[in-house]
Nanobody, 115 residues
Framework: QVQLVESGGGLVQPGGSLRLSCAASGIIFSIVTMRWYRQAPGKERELVASITSGGVRNYVDSVKGRFTISRDNAKNTVFLQMDSLKPEDTAVYYC?????????WGQGTQVTVSS
């Protein structure tokens, strides 16, 4: 079965950086689009960044210029490099992918930006 396992979250001060990782298994990683979502307390889950199998990247406006999504197909892993973090980036971050008829989510990793 498909499994997505995130890591790399934690507590960081404003202006700091974190790098999230998501290791995938049970799927042909190189051909799927990978996404990072986040959900802050009391808010809806939002799409943060995506990367296609061909390497095309998209970002929500609020993270453009600060976050970078990348993938390593040899390691079946997608990354989210987060720089210049702000308190409003505090959320649980989820890795996501899909196949026709099925959605797959990781368990989430907490990112807290606070002084």
């Amino acid at each position: 079965q498909v499994q997505l396992v995130e890591s790399g979250g934690g507590l960081v001060q404003p202006g700091g950086s974190l790098r999230l990782s998501c290791a995938a298994s049970g799927i042909i990683f190189s051909i799927v689009t990978m996404r990072w979502y986040r959900q802050a307390p009391g808010k809806e889950r939002e799409l943060v960044a995506s990367i296609t199998s061909g390497g095309v990247r998209n970002y929500v406006d609020s993270v453009k210029g600060r976050f970078t999504i990348s993938r390593d197909n040899a390691k079946n892993t997608v990354f989210l490099q987060m720089d210049s973090l702000k308190p409003e980036d505090t959320a649980v971050y989820y890795c996501y992918t899909f196949r026709p008829g099925s959605d797959y989510w990781g368990q989430g990793t907490q990112v807290t930006v606070s002084s």
